[in-house]
């Protein structure tokens, strides 16, 4: 088992940053990648940005790219994921995923939520116009 504790959300103005973290605990030593997903009011999730332990090799979705930046910290088994310029539209319950276990394929199953086998608890961010 996987455990994951995000932070980090909060309520931010149009433009403003946040930066949301996600630590991991448990049998890491078999995570693969992790990745953030986003869900707003009345949508379904979808795939924010994605890092892969050891290469790190990164994904984003079209609509975060130049804005948000992911990272990882192999010593604190943590992921971060960078928020600037934030939008309105940016509004959602962020959620933190990990995968256990190698994704055979291309870097771009990374974007793809059932690939990932644990997730966190989400932050809310909120932004204001």
């Known amino acids: 088992q996987v455990q994951l504790v995000e932070s980090g959300g909060g309520l931010v103005q149009a433009g403003g940053s946040l930066r949301l973290s996600c630590a991991a605990s448990?049998?890491?030593?078999?995570?693969?990648?992790m990745a953030w997903f986003r869900q707003a009011p009345g949508k379904e999730r979808e795939f924010v940005a994605a890092?892969?332990?050891?290469?790190?090799?990164?994904r984003y979705a079209g609509s975060v790219k130049g804005r948000f930046t992911i990272s990882r910290d192999n010593a604190k088994n943590t992921v971060y994921l960078q928020m600037n310029s934030l939008k309105p539209e940016d509004t959602a319950v962020y959620y933190c995923g990990n995968r256990a276990g190698y994704l055979t394929g291309p870097y771009d199953y990374l974007t793809i939520e059932s690939k990932y086998n644990y997730w966190g608890q989400g932050t809310q961010v909120t932004v204001s116009s």
């Open positions: 448990g049998r890491t030593f078999s995570s693969y990648a």
């Open positions: 890092v892969t332990w050891s290469e790190g090799v990164k």
